[in-house]
């Protein structure tokens, strides 16, 4: 079993789909930064296959996007994700 954490970061684009007729309008690109902790195991099937199971939980915090109208007020978005990862190794 391992602990894991640090820092993350990622792009995120935001798009919203129009006034209802299908046409994308966007608000562009952010790059995020935050932080991620998590755990995992590794098994051991025989003498050389092992498996690994991981969770990870990503916090991005928030940010402002502008206001998608006139008369319409700003809101925040915040960024959170969770994964689970499994993967198969082989050892030579």
Same mark, same amino acid.
């Given at each position: 079993?391992?602990?894991?954490?640090?820092?993350?970061?990622?792009?995120?684009?935001?798009?919203?789909?129009?006034?209802?007729?299908?046409?994308?309008?966007?608000?562009?690109?952010?790059?995020?930064?935050?932080?991620?902790?998590?755990?995992? +195991?590794?098994? @051991?099937? /025989? *003498?050389? %296959?092992?498996?690994?199971?991981?969770?990870?939980? #990503?916090? &991005?915090?928030?940010?402002?996007?502008?206001?998608?109208?006139?008369?319409? +007020?700003?809101? @925040?978005? /915040? *960024?959170? %994700?969770?994964?689970?990862?499994?993967?198969?190794? #082989?050892? &030579?």
């Amino acid at each position: 079993m391992y602990a894991i954490g640090g820092y993350a970061f990622g792009r995120q684009s935001t798009v919203y789909n129009g006034l209802g007729n299908g046409t994308p309008f966007s608000f562009g690109t952010a790059v995020l930064t935050g932080w991620d902790i998590g755990a995992g +195991a590794d098994f @051991r099937i /025989t *003498t050389n %296959l092992i498996a690994r199971i991981e969770y990870r939980h #990503y916090d &991005f915090g928030g940010y402002d996007l502008p206001p998608t109208f006139p008369g319409f +007020a700003a809101h @925040r978005q /915040t *960024t959170v %994700l969770d994964t689970i990862r499994t993967g198969l190794s #082989y050892k &030579f």
